[in-house]
């Protein structure tokens, strides 16, 4: 009898983890139907690519982000970012799902990105200040560029346009002399070495979570989403199990960034070679370079377009550079605030690349005037 209760309650918990293992892949099944019929994203987006011009009048994409004919070294050997080609032009180019990367589909291009002579964004222009200007020079990295927008809609452009609209003719010239890749550091080179030559009467310099480290370092790490999108797509032929790796994948993602930020701004850096103590002496360097021209120094914090609202993870450390900037007689800029109240999600060039879009820009610009009339004496004409 003892044998037989056995057999059954074996029998029972057999047929019990039949029907579990049936009803789950029932379920998935179902899910997966769902998701095809209603052609919903998996979520994996391919990284963006760049475009330049080729000789037939079309577009064709360049083997990698940062190099020629886009970039080239740069002659400062400490700057590892490079620097923009004088008169080259591209654009990126965003595939909207991985679903649709090999029918073509679903492909959206941004506005063309212009360098000029100088290697900066945008027109060209004279490098001598002509008489009755006032050039405001903007340094910074792919957040002053304006990376993923068109030329007219970076902030730089947008301030200048603001303060020239009550004061015609034009008197107020932006310079935009943001490059990607760049940080704190190599922004103060440039400045130093190249952009002081352009007699600025105002300087501003842009900062970003990610000035506290290099870029060349912070690539050598698992931090992106694109890697293995090729590999998902065959290993994972499931839509339904591809959109769960993309959720666990930005998960993944935003935790290993949000870390490293932190950390960058401790005693004890995630990256070595560039950290906040290295952002600080670059700052007071600016600071006595520009005070012995009796130029003005402005610095505009950009925040992480991320979960804006008021849990936002990286407010203090904010707070703590907008501190330092005071402490050392600079004026700041700390643009979280006027973001706070809006969808981060609205603000993205696109949902795999987190730049800040036009209407981003726009508030930043009505940010930057406001903050620059307001000060005493104002700092604009």
Not at 141 to 156: I, K, L, M, N, R
Not at 171 to 193: C, F, H, P, S
Not at 299 to 309: H, N, S
Request: proline fraction near 8%; glycine fraction near 8%.
């Amino acid at each position: 009898m003892a044998t037989a209760s056995r057999n059954g309650s074996a029998r029972e918990i057999i047929l019990g983890l039949g029907l579990a293992l049936f009803s789950i892949a029932v379920t998935l099944g179902l899910g997966e139907l769902a998701f095809r019929i209603l052609d919903v994203p998996s979520g994996l987006v391919p990284p963006r690519i760049v475009e330049v011009p080729n000789a037939d009048g079309g577009w064709e994409p360049v083997a990698a982000w940062g190099t020629l004919p886009v970039k080239r070294a740069s002659p400062f050997p400490a700057v590892h970012g490079g620097e923009y080609v004088p008169h080259s032009r591209f654009r990126f180019a965003y595939y909207d799902d991985f679903d649709h990367v090999f029918d073509g589909a679903h492909v959206v291009h941004d506005d063309v990105a212009h360098i000029n002579a100088l290697g900066c964004r945008g027109a060209d222009f004279p490098r001598e200040k002509p008489p009755g200007v006032y050039r405001i020079l903007f340094v910074g990295d792919s957040f002053t560029f304006g990376e993923g927008v068109g030329d007219d809609e970076p902030f730089p452009v947008r301030v200048e346009a603001a303060l020239n609209a009550s004061s015609p003719p034009r008197r107020v010239q932006a310079v935009n002399a943001g490059v990607a890749g760049y940080n704190t550091k190599d922004e103060v080179i440039y400045l130093e070495r190249r952009w002081l030559a352009l007699d600025p009467d105002l300087v501003v310099i842009t900062f970003f979570l990610n000035d506290a480290y290099d870029d060349e370092r912070f690539a050598a790490l698992e931090m992106g989403q694109a890697g293995g999108h090729l590999g998902y797509n065959v290993l994972i032929p499931s839509r339904l199990l591809r959109w769960a790796v993309a959720r666990w994948k930005g998960w993944r993602l935003g935790r290993s960034v949000r870390e490293t930020y932190r950390a960058q701004f401790s005693g004890n850096p995630a990256i070595e070679g560039h950290d906040w103590r290295d952002v600080q002496a670059s700052l007071i360097h600016a600071s006595e370079l520009l005070r012995q021209r009796g130029v003005p120094l402005v610095l505009v914090i950009f925040p992480e377009l991320y979960d804006l609202g008021p849990d936002h993870p990286f407010a203090d450390i904010y707070e703590q550079v907008a501190a330092f900037a005071r402490d050392h007689g600079i004026p700041v800029l700390n643009l979280y605030p006027p973001f706070a109240s809006r969808r981060a999600e609205e603000l993205w060039v696109f949902v795999n690349d987190h730049h800040p879009n036009a209407a981003a820009h726009a508030l930043a610009a009505d940010a930057i005037v406001g903050f620059l009339r307001a000060q005493t004496p104002p700092l604009v004409p």
